[in-house]
């Protein structure tokens, strides 16, 4: 009997060992570029003569740790940094479906006069940070770089 107690006992360690670097190696996942970390989606807004208003980057993070984002993102054009103020949005994890994940949602209107830069871009980098003190600073990769530049010209 005491055996069986033993191997449970090794057992939930291992798992709980496994379990956690798996979380921890998801929260801290490197990506080469913005949307294979994150799903984003970037929208345009043209007035009522088809001239552009202004842009939105809609960001969608899951993890597992409660770490939340902080309401502030800087985009980099060849360069140059804009800073940007975002709203954020953080729901813990449900009790339903991936029960283990938090939501982090980050949405950022760009300023009018930044479109000019991400139009005229060759490279375009984003960063985000959490309130545990880490930040993610991922470049656009060249399909999503094409495909902001085709909305923004439209």
């Known amino acids: ?53 202004g842009a939105v980057l809609s960001l969608w993070d899951y993890r597992y740790d409660n770490a939340e984002l902080l309401p502030k993102a800087i985009l980099f054009t060849d360069g140059a940094p804009w800073d940007l103020k975002a709203s954020v949005k953080h729901t813990p994890p449900p009790m339903s479906g991936d029960r283990f994940k938090s939501e982090n949602k980050l949405f950022v209107e760009f300023p009018k006069s930044s479109l000019k830069s991400i139009l005229n871009a060759e490279s375009i980098r984003f960063r985000f940070y959490y309130d545990d003190g880490q930040s993610i600073d991922l470049p656009l990769n060249e399909k999503d770089l094409a495909l902001w530049k085709r909305r923004l010209r439209w």
Request: no cysteine; glycine share 12%; aromatic share 16%.
């Open 1 to 53: 009997m005491q055996k069986v107690f033993i191997a449970f006992g090794l057992a939930l360690m291992l798992l709980g060992v496994f379990g956690l670097s798996y979380t921890w190696h998801f929260d801290h996942r490197g990506a080469d570029n913005l949307s294979d970390y994150a799903r984003i989606e970037f929208n345009v807004s043209r007035d009522g003569e088809g001239y552009v208003e």
